[in-house]
């Protein structure tokens, strides 16, 4: 079996870390690890399969002899320093934003639309977190009843802003609670305090009113699902949980589809699980540590009740909608044979 010299980059931060994890639950075939990131963390160690690494600051030449890299150290980051990895020999699963739309740049979710890694130049994006947990939904349903329109309604986790909005969340709920809810507590990570909360604002605002959150799930679903005409609209909304997002979906079908033929195609995806009874709907709490994507309270929609259905969403943003799927990735690459080879070994300290 092929071996690989892997690198993450953003190592330190809380995707990376749900990366390294796992590359070693899945046993990916890593021959060396190479743990990149900033200068601000570089220094410090990572355990991986048992083995200290120390964190490298990330650099152009820091990607000599490395096959694979898993990044997720931000779009500045990536746009800067994937170009340099490619450009070693590397081939790049970016988790960031900044490839997604590119028109040369495959958008992969793993088991949706893997073909369309055959087309890659050395990098493949990797959709955002609240677009990726719809996608083997999305995709199982066209495929019976047609995507006619699309509404969605997003309520994501503090942890999809990264580790600083947690603490933020953690620290500002203590804060409350101790006042006996006479303060509202800090802002500094979100635009309002998010503890006891919620904001209907996730990334900046565009000049059409809507938040570049909003888009991401517009334009990325269209193009995984290889649908530019899809009639898809978003509203993503912050809430006061730490780990998983959770979204309401409606969707009005081309064709006729029941609850119960929805509930049974969705029972042979892989990375899906329903609920088929009504009070058996899935939680963020369910969904945090599982890969799966947990789907619930399948239903007609009372004001399209022929073609039309609602459904609740929910999976792990931190594994599905992101780790998981960049390792997933790096298997598929694997798997069809399109890692490029280079050789060179970095070592375990």
């Not at 992969?108 to 719809?134: F, R, W, Y």
């Not at 006619?148 to 620290?171: C, F, H, N, P, W």
Request: with cysteine; proline share 6%.
């Amino acid at each position: 079996m092929t071996k690989y010299t892997v690198a993450v980059l953003g190592a330190t931060g809380l995707v990376g870390q749900k990366i390294m994890e796992i590359l070693e639950e899945r046993n990916f075939p890593v021959k060396t690890l190479k743990p990149l990131a900033s200068s601000r963390t570089a220094g410090e160690t990572v355990m991986f399969q048992g083995k200290p690494y120390i964190v490298e600051e990330a650099k152009p030449e820091s990607f000599e002899g490395v096959d694979i890299v898993l990044a997720s150290a931000g779009a500045g980051v990536s746009e800067k320093l994937v170009p340099e990895a490619v450009k070693r020999g590397a081939v790049v699963v970016d988790n960031t934003s900044h490839f997604r739309l590119h028109e040369d740049v495959p958008l992969v979710v793993a088991g949706v639309n893997d073909e369309a890694l055959k087309n890659h130049q050395g990098i493949i994006a990797n959709p955002n977190c609240s677009t990726m947990q719809l996608m083997p939904v999305f995709k199982k349903l066209h495929e019976i009843g047609g995507l006619q329109r699309v509404i969605v309604s997003t309520y994501q986790s503090a942890s999809g802003a990264g580790k600083e909005a947690m603490d933020e969340l953690r620290e500002v709920t203590k804060e409350v609670i101790a006042s006996d809810f006479k303060t509202r507590g800090k802002a500094e990570v979100f635009q309002h305090p998010l503890a006891f909360n919620l904001i209907p604002h996730i990334d900046k605002f565009m000049e059409d009113g809507y938040t570049k959150e909003e888009f991401k799930v517009v334009a990325e679903s269209r193009k995984i699902l290889g649908l530019p005409n899809l009639r898809i609209t978003a509203t993503a909304v912050r809430v006061p949980v730490f780990v998983s997002h959770s979204e309401s979906v409606t969707i009005d079908f081309e064709r006729p589809v029941s609850p119960e033929q929805a509930v049974a195609a969705l029972k042979t995806v892989p990375e899906v699980t329903v609920f088929e009874r009504p009070e058996d709907y899935p939680t963020p709490q369910q969904a945090e540590g599982t890969d799966p994507v947990l789907v619930g309270r399948i239903r007609r929609d009372t004001s399209n009740p022929e073609t039309g259905l609602n459904m609740w969403v929910v999976a792990d943003n931190l594994r599905i909608g992101a780790a998981l799927n960049a390792v997933k990735l790096a298997e598929a690459l694997d798997r069809m044979g399109l890692v490029r080879k280079t050789g060179k070994v970095a070592e375990a300290v």
